[in-house]
């Protein structure tokens, strides 16, 4: 998940210093506003990997809001004596602000049972069990007037490998508290972690926040900016709640994941020919396998429009046996499908085991066209998002593997596609006026596009993104990651779980 | 938990007659009503103890309504060969009503999870992870415009006894479809995975409903009244929604478990005085022992105005050592408390480890006194019950055992006391106007009481309801009570977890 957070996001400096003195303005505002009218009280929390820079962060923070009204705390692993005698949530209690304070707090009720599972002391029924009493806990701070803003600060292993050397190093830095459970040999386990507690506890009265931590001046102006954002948001229009939906990153307007994908690769005719009959091979054995029949393969194309998911398909069902596989094109619904919710005709097309389906677009369209197009609201597309990852979540429960693809083009290949398709006669089928339409919303299309994989790309559904701009290069592409995800389902490669 | 379901509620034939026409016609009404504006779907969940007459009340239900629009979907343990080879969830999705229709669903997505908890074969953490899932899909059926009605059958052991002995000996019963797990050896596990599912799966989208079952006719009229009644509302104003509260008991505007309590207890004056000094001893003891040095206490009182929560307190706080024991009499908040969520005043006294706290008063006021008296929204009393039972669950999560009294007395006993306490000079300040004005309010308040002890009863917060129509009796009950819960934790004799 949040793909687009690991992406380099940085901000120049002279960017940097033209946003700050409205930021500074806006967020010195609402703090005032809040101390005067006292119609709630704001948590801070901040969560996430060692290294990525909360200390910092909340430095920068003080410089920039009114520190008179701003009260910071800290919660170390294991409690002081004090705090054993009770019960784990009272010291949490006892901090709360009133309403028109603001309290930041670091090292929150996360925290014990995030490390707990990290260090294999927490099963994963058990986190499961404390994220919902999470849950209970932070539905009630809502009700009680509490804006609880929350944090995950991300970056990429090698980034947080170069600044722990950089702190260890640097002798000035010698208040930096090592979270053990979040450091270096625990990154990809804490990175996990922290996507379960997004996936349960980015709550419509809760949400959690992204936080790219790369480059520490666009970290601490996205980190302030949703402050600002939602303490105002709150202030103007008091009971406002959108629904659940899983963090959001607090991008400052950079290029998300999919707008990001690598268009360059091309495979020369040749080696295609050869590697398309070797992956097939592969698919086929696979499929064929023992161990393929106590499991079930699902597969959702979607892409940019003309990107080629039907000669993706083709190939990647050539070596099937037709009785065991079937392909789903997905338009809109009929009569009765309306009348049922909206995952029902996906449920009823779901392979049985031993079988492969394969969707060619799906019910990801409730967050791309029907966003888009406004064909549902905003609230009824925020909650797919987490409706799609329970779905999927029961699916592989279940036994079924699943493989997502965004094929991607550019928008000067797409419009040689859609004129080619308009000249030849027998592509003449394929290319509508909505294609002509849909082709006006490009911008709005990849935004949609990247949040879905941000929300929804998780270890047991992942997205693989591919660049279609070479369409060889993306068929070798769909079939070599289906191989590999059922190699690694059926051998248990997978090592994390 | 809902100790009102338990009473031998039952209905007069005569009344029955008398209610069955308009219930015919306005469940008839609602049904064509739906079929003919398909705003909803409506789902009919039953559930409960086995022998409590879920089939006998299907067949009724089938008799008033138009059964051309009726589903009957019945899933049974384990399942078929054909869902077995499909994700779990497959099965209840196959079937979802199209809007406009209704289907009873008997064996739903509750079984296998009840099941296997009372079987033993999942843990505490399992069964919650698998509540929080179906809070997922339970949530979105109702964005997704499906009306889920949850109905508990319960009866007391003895009369869950008589009834299986009935079906067993009665040939004509032949369909009945005995769940092993609810039968009558499951009984009391079986009622505490039901309690649970009722805590954690009561939501405002999707309520549950306890029908006491112990007279047939009482039970198909209050499930059916219930019914009606929520699809009329649903009808009328289609997105209103309350907010999550444990499950609701479906009764017939009978006496409920506070309005039951027997107040012809009298412990004469000689036998109270030994007994007394019996239990001051024992209860020193219980608090001195070393085990109790890892626990502590909570009393929580409450009752009647003038019921002698005052003289019970002093007789139970008598054999203790001040400096480890604190008596909170509880009012009306200060300004610094209004500011913080109501819970706030209540997390600051709890007693730390080897002390003991007394409330006078508590928390619970807030579904007493603020819901009768209008002080908060009924949105507001209606989640506290929830929010009380979590805020109760960490503290017994810790160590903290706790005691609630609810002390009774009736009108005639309270005017007694009222009017002896304006003309006993030093009695005088014990009353005010304020009481006579809540006296006016009797009815309300035995509601309110009935309803918070049904729905904040639990096995680690139990309530203990004490007649106080005697000062004696009620003095002795409380002391005995408080020494059988300590003795109870501190051998772990609970004996069910």
Redesign the interface.
């Given at each position: 998940m949040f793909q687009s957070a690991y992406l380099p996001q940085k901000i120049s400096k002279k960017e940097y210093h033209d946003r700050l003195p409205d930021l500074r303005e806006k967020l010195l505002k609402v703090q005032h506003l809040l101390q005067t009218d006292?119609s709630f009280?704001t948590i801070i929390l901040l969560a996430g990997l060692d290294g990525a820079g909360k200390g910092s962060a909340i430095a920068r923070l003080y410089e920039w809001m009114d520190s008179r009204y701003l009260a910071c705390n800290a919660y170390q692993e294991p409690p002081t004596e004090?705090e054993r005698?009770?019960?784990?949530?009272?010291r949490y209690?006892?901090d709360?602000p009133?309403?028109?304070e603001t309290a930041i707090v670091f090292g929150s009720w996360y925290q014990p049972a995030l490390r707990a599972s990290v260090m294999g002391k927490l099963?994963?029924?058990?986190l499961?069990?404390k994220?919902?009493?999470i849950n209970?806990?932070e539905e009630?701070?809502a009700?009680?007037n509490?804006l609880l803003l929350k944090f995950w600060f991300t970056l990429p292993l090698e980034k947080q490998q170069v600044r722990l050397t950089q702190l260890k190093e640097n002798k000035r830095n010698e208040r930096h508290y090592l979270q053990e459970w979040s450091s270096l040999k625990n990154h990809r386990k804490a990175e996990i972690a922290g996507e379960k507690a997004a996936l349960?506890t980015s709550t419509g009265y809760a949400p959690w926040f992204v936080i790219p931590s790369h480059n520490s001046n666009y970290r601490d102006l996205a980190l302030a900016e949703t402050i600002a954002e939602s303490m105002s948001r709150k202030l103007d229009q008091k009971s406002a709640r959108p629904v659940a939906a899983p963090a959001i990153i607090a991008n400052l307007g950079s290029v998300n994941a999919v707008e990001a994908i690598d268009l360059s690769p091309v495979k020369p005719k040749e080696e295609y020919k050869v590697e398309l009959a070797d992956w097939q091979d592969k698919l086929a054995n696979l499929i064929d396998s023992k161990a393929f029949k106590k499991r079930s393969l699902l597969c959702v194309f979607q892409g940019n429009d003309a990107a080629g998911k039907g000669g993706s398909i083709r190939r990647l069902t050539a070596p099937l046996d037709p009785r065991f596989y079937k392909v789903h094109p997905i338009s809109a619904p009929t009569e009765?499908e309306k009348?049922?919710?909206?995952?029902?005709r996906f449920?009823?097309r779901?392979p049985?085991?031993?079988h492969t389906t394969i969707f060619d677009r799906s019910y990801y369209e409730r967050v791309l066209v029907e966003r888009v197009e406004g064909f549902c609201s905003e609230a009824?597309w925020m909650?797919a998002y987490?409706?799609i990852n329970?779905f999927e979540?029961?699916?592989a429960?279940?036994g079924?593997i699943i493989c997502k693809f965004w094929l991607a083009i550019s928008e000067g290949e797409q419009l040689k596609r859609f004129k080619e398709r308009e000249e030849v006669a027998y592509k003449n089928y394929k290319i509508t006026e909505e294609d002509w339409r849909n082709r006006l919303r490009w911008a709005d299309y990849a935004i949609a596009a990247g949040d879905m994989v941000d929300r929804t790309s998780t270890r047991y559904a992942p997205w693989t993104l591919v660049s279609s701009e070479d369409k060889r290069h993306a068929r070798i592409e769909v079939l070599k990651a289906t191989c590999i995800a059922l190699e690694n389902a059926m051998s248990n490669v997978d090592g994390l779980e």
């Open positions: 006292k009280a004090e005698l009770r019960p784990e949530m009272w209690w006892r709360l009133a309403r028109g099963s994963d029924d058990g499961e069990h994220l919902a009493s209970r806990f009630m701070l009700h009680e509490v349960h009765e009348l049922h919710p909206y995952l029902w449920w009823r779901i049985k085991r031993g009824d909650r987490n409706e329970s979540r029961e699916l429960d279940s079924i």
